[in-house]
């Protein structure tokens, strides 16, 4: 790791294709500061990315990459960093990728504590596929596949976590800059599984959770003074649902990583040094 590392070392060489104003492009480089602040640089750090808008992220930043399949991101992001707990993992997706088909794997990932940073890329929508309803959409929210809205209340991530006894939970906005940098930053620095729900706004398929919707809805925590280390105010605000919180919500100061109690006994690694520059040929080259 070197101290000098600048935000913008973590940008690849490719031009991202997501729609002008799309939120994963605040997303991301709120990832990248963090990483950066963190004293993280492309050679230690590994993203994993899910499949979706979100799931691209993988091929922007420059780092170790893999992007997974549909919903299996933490899995393979819990390998990774069993077989070299030194990497700082990284792992991205959608709110369809882990509130979905990843659910599963979601709450698992939890409960092991692996000491990883989990970040939600939440647009409450299908946003690759064009727009289908997904996991946190709102109950009346029409769309191509729900013309009368889910008609089913949206799954509330952060009370999935605290009910899979996560000890990190944060949820953030893309469009923030400063404030999603820091609390990607806290997770970073979480030991176990730091997860971050991020309202990352899809502006061309989910008109009703913009960027305006956020901006006046959110409530910070941080100017709200609330302790994150007082467990039943954070399952209070996380239980009551009413209200768009950004900060950090829990932090269990006693938590520790998977690695640490259960990890490797020996060198599982086979990456050589420096070699970042080619990891997405490495990944073409798998499939
Ligand atoms: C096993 C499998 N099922 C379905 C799909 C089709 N699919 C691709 S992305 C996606 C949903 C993406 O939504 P989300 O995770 O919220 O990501 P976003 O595009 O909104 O960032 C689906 C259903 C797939 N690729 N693989
Ligand atoms: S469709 Fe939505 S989520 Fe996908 S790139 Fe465009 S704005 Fe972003
Ligand atoms: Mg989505």
Known sequence: MSSDV?????????????????GDFGTMNGMMKALANTGNDPDNTFVVAGIGCSGKIGTYMHSYALHGVHGRALPVGTGVKLANPDLE???????GDGYSIGAGHFVHAVRRNVDLTYVVMDNRIYGL?????????????????TPEGPQQPPVNPLALALASGATFIAQSFSSDALRHAEIIEQAIEHDGFGFVNVFSPCVTFNDVDTYDYFRDSLVDLK?????????????EKILEGDKEYMGVLWQDEE???????????EDMTDIPDGAADGSMDLVREFY
């Open 223 to 235: 100017e709200a003074d609330h302790d994150p280390h007082d467990y039943d105010d954070a399952k």
């Open 255 to 265: 938590s520790v990583p998977y690695h640490q109690t259960h990890g490797v006994t």
């Open 6 to 22: 600048r935000f913008t070392d973590f940008k690849s060489d490719k031009q991202p294709t997501w729609c002008p104003g799309c």
């Open 89 to 95: 993992v990284m792992v991205a997706g959608g709110d």
């Open 129 to 145: 596929t064009k727009g289908q309803a997904s996991p946190t959409s709102r109950e009346d929210f029409e769309t191509s596949t």
